[in-house]
């Protein structure tokens, strides 16, 4: 089955200065990969995601790139912002019937005002 | 309007009781699931139904079992509850089976004593 690893497990930033995190895995196959946001209390809630079609998508101050052949991806954060502070989540998944989402360990970003 | 509404969201119930918690979306979503997440934010697959049929069935004890009673609703119940079922659990649904963003509930927190 998929195996999605991530990191770093914990990122502290300087409000302004840019986020990176990333995520490998490990099923070839796997050609859909969002990206949760999980604030204190709540479930995740999806903010950006890719098809294996594309190389990298950008939504405002979010960003995610993907390399096929390497089966890394990453999120980019620029400008952070205290508010962005919050768990996030990769996933990788096949888009087709009987494959679920795998998600990644987590990694919780730490914005300092 | 709430896409995914989950109930409860507290639950704090003694070893050894019976317990269910309860899903609904109005998203008009085909697929539903429940994930576990632990302590150290993990997110784990239980179960997904597809349009009312049970699809994945992940090595969950059959102490827990799902219902679905319509493809807007996907319930959980859990037998002769233990310690280490104190999670937080969420629901969520897709429009298609992986291959899509998912959108999750808030959760129901699961403190078993």
């Known amino acids: 089955g998929e195996n999605v690893e991530q990191h770093p497990s914990t990122l502290s930033v300087q409000e302004g200065d840019s986020a990176v995190i990333k995520c490998t895995y490990s099923?070839?196959?796997?050609?859909?990969f969002p990206w949760y946001k999980q604030e204190l209390g709540k479930g995740p809630q999806l903010i950006i995601d890719i098809r294996s079609n594309v190389g990298e998508k950008k939504d405002q101050r979010i960003a995610v790139t993907l390399n096929k052949t390497a089966k890394h991806f990453s999120l980019h954060i620029t400008e952070t912002q205290p508010e962005d502070s919050a768990v996030y989540f990769c996933a990788a998944s096949r888009a087709n019937a009987g494959n679920m989402l795998t998600f990644g360990g987590g990694t919780r970003l730490m914005v300092k005002p | 309007d709430t896409a995914v509404s989950q109930t409860p969201k507290y639950l704090v119930t003694q070893m050894g009781n019976d317990k269910s918690i309860k899903c609904e979306q109005n998203l008009g979503h085909d697929t539903m699931y429940w994930y576990k997440q632990d302590s150290k934010k993990f997110l784990k697959i239980m179960f997904s139904?597809?349009?009312?049929?049970?699809?994945i069935n992940e090595t969950v004890p059959n102490r827990f079992s799902p219902k679905s009673p319509d493809k807007a609703h996907l319930n959980l119940h859990i037998n002769s509850l233990e310690l280490g079922d104190s999670a937080v659990y969420f629901c969520a649904s897709s429009q298609v089976l992986g291959g899509g963003g998912y959108t999750f509930g808030s959760g129901t927190r699961l403190t078993v004593v």
């Open positions: 099923d070839s196959a796997s050609n859909y």
């Open positions: 139904y597809n349009n009312k049929e049970l699809i």
